[in-house]
């Protein structure tokens, strides 16, 4: 069974950092496409960024500049580097992953902004 495994998740103050990774049960090139999404209270989970089988990315507006990500294809591991953190980046983080047509989602981690 695939699984998506986040971590990283936690109490940040305004303009910091954090990393968050996101573990696959499997080789992450099995995935046609792998990337984080993010719901705050309220409101409707919304794509992050992800990155193709390919390397290609898309990134949201709202965290162009500011995020990034990156993968580790030994350690079966996605990245999400965040900087510049603001009170509207907290909310829970998902990691995403599909193969074909089937979608995957991790339990998620919560980030929080606050000084």
């Known amino acids: 069974q695939v699984q998506l495994v986040e971590s990283g998740g936690g109490l940040v103050q305004p303009g910091g950092s954090l990393r968050l990774p996101c573990s696959a049960s499997e080789n992450i090139f099995n995935f046609n496409k792998m990337g984080w999404y993010r719901q705050a209270p309220g409101k409707e989970r919304e794509l992050v960024a992800t990155i193709n089988v390919a390397g290609k990315r898309e990134v949201a507006d709202a965290v162009l500049g500011r995020f990034s990500l990156s993968r580790n294809a030994e350690r079966r591991v996605v990245y999400l580097q965040m900087s510049s953190l603001n009170p509207d980046d907290a909310g829970v983080y998902y990691c995403?992953?599909?193969?074909?047509?089937?979608?995957?989602w991790g339990q998620g981690t919560p980030v929080t902004v606050s000084s």
């Open positions: 995403y992953g599909n193969i074909v047509s089937r979608h995957y």
